[in-house]
């Protein structure tokens, strides 16, 4: 069983940052990949990032590429998404996962409860 609590969401102007952390119960993290999800008001909850359970491999969804990076530390059992030049559509709560495969995001083992995250002036 492992447990995934978020944390760092908030209010951010357009143009803003945050950053994203995920703590993860049990000492079976690092043997995992781990994602973000989104789901923004009214719509159906979307693919943000994944790593590898080693950090070397990651991918982002077409909409973040270039302002979003996902990371880790198994020493600390955490995950983080720093989100830089943020927009009012990446308004939405974020949920950490964790992931059998890299390979297969949308495969999913566990869940966090998620953090809102809101971009507006």
């Known amino acids: 069983q492992v447990q995934l609590v978020e944390s760092g969401g908030g209010l951010v102007r357009p143009g803003g940052s945050l950053r994203l952390s995920c703590v993860a119960s049990?000492?079976?993290?690092?043997?995992?990949?781990m994602g973000w999800f989104r789901q923004a008001p009214g719509k159906e909850r979307e693919f943000v990032a994944v790593i590898g359970w080693s950090g070397g491999s990651t991918s982002y969804a077409d909409s973040v590429k270039g302002r979003f990076t996902i990371s880790r530390d198994n020493a600390k059992n955490t995950v983080y998404l720093q989100m830089n030049r943020l927009k009012p559509e990446d308004t939405a709560v974020y949920y950490c996962?964790?992931?059998?495969?890299?390979?297969?995001?949308?495969?999913?083992?566990?869940w966090g409860k998620g953090t809102l995250v809101t971009v507006s002036a």
């Open positions: 049990g000492r079976t993290f690092n043997t995992y990949s």
């Open positions: 996962t964790a992931n059998p495969s890299y390979r297969n995001p949308n495969d999913v083992d566990y």
